[in-house]
């Protein structure tokens, strides 16, 4: 696509339910990130994909969250037993790759505003 | 990757160049000097990036001080739309990059 897209834009979900958040990039970026902002402070790195695989999960802020990428594409960050700490917008970003020949940096999607109530 | 440090807000008259310090004593021969912003309730933006030699695109330019210690970011001509948070990264891996709190720059009219 001609930008990266995150569905769904807003969610509100009860405490301790689980929710899926999807990212797809742009056509043909094999780098994929994910980040979390909480409301009035700076961007949380998660994780990110090359290809298939994500070399380093350390970020994840703990065993609760999962991501999964699939062909290359698609992205899904999973949120188990959803806690109110949880809330914040996730923001997904795609680049060429993930080495330095992705000179124009990445590009954000628009993010998911999780609220967890 | 090496640390920033940027002012935490500034102010500038709309239709004057506003000028974005960053500090980065300790970056490394192989990290890049990366620019974005982000405007409110937005995904951060891509302005553009360097490794030593000064750089300019349609949005901006790029200085960057021989020892590489420190840029600076030039908007040239700001409007009352380049009111954002403007982050200064350096990167040399792979992984992600690594957002510091940013500058709030605040055009005024």
């Known amino acids: 696509g001609a930008g990266v897209s995150q569905s769904p834009s807003n969610k509100v979900t009860e405490k301790g339910k689980d929710v899926e958040l999807r990212c797809d990039p742009i056509?043909?970026?094999?780098?994929l990130y994910w980040y979390r902002q909480s409301l009035g402070q700076g961007l949380e790195f998660l994780i990110y994909?090359?290809?298939?695989?994500?070399?380093?999960k350390s970020g994840l802020p703990s065993d609760r969250f999962s991501a999964e990428r699939t062909g290359g594409s698609v992205s899904t960050l999973t949120i188990q037993r959803t806690q109110q700490e949880d809330s914040a917008v996730y923001l997904c970003?795609?680049?060429?790759?993930?080495?330095?020949?992705?000179?124009?940096?990445?590009?954000f999607g628009s993010g998911t505003r999780l609220t967890v109530v | 990757d090496a640390k920033t440090t940027q002012p935490p807000s500034m102010d500038c008259a709309e239709g004057r160049a506003a000028n974005l310090p960053c500090n980065h004593s300790t970056i490394s021969g192989n990290e890049y000097v990366y620019w974005y912003r982000q405007i409110h309730s937005q995904g951060p933006q891509y302005i553009i990036h360097g490794l030593k030699n000064n750089e300019t695109n349609e949005m901006a330019s790029l200085i960057i001080t021989e020892d590489r210690k420190s840029s600076t970011l030039i908007l040239p001509h700001a409007t009352l739309r380049d009111t954002a948070v403007y982050y200064c990264?350096?990167?040399?891996?792979?992984?992600?990059?690594?957002f510091g709190k940013g500058t709030h720059l605040i055009i005024q009219p």
């Open positions: 970003a795609s680049s060429l790759d993930a080495g330095r020949r992705a000179m124009n940096g990445y590009t």
């Open positions: 990264i350096v990167r040399g891996g792979a992984d992600g990059l690594t």
């Open positions: 994909f090359q290809g298939n695989s994500a070399p380093d």
């Open positions: 056509s043909g970026h094999t780098a």
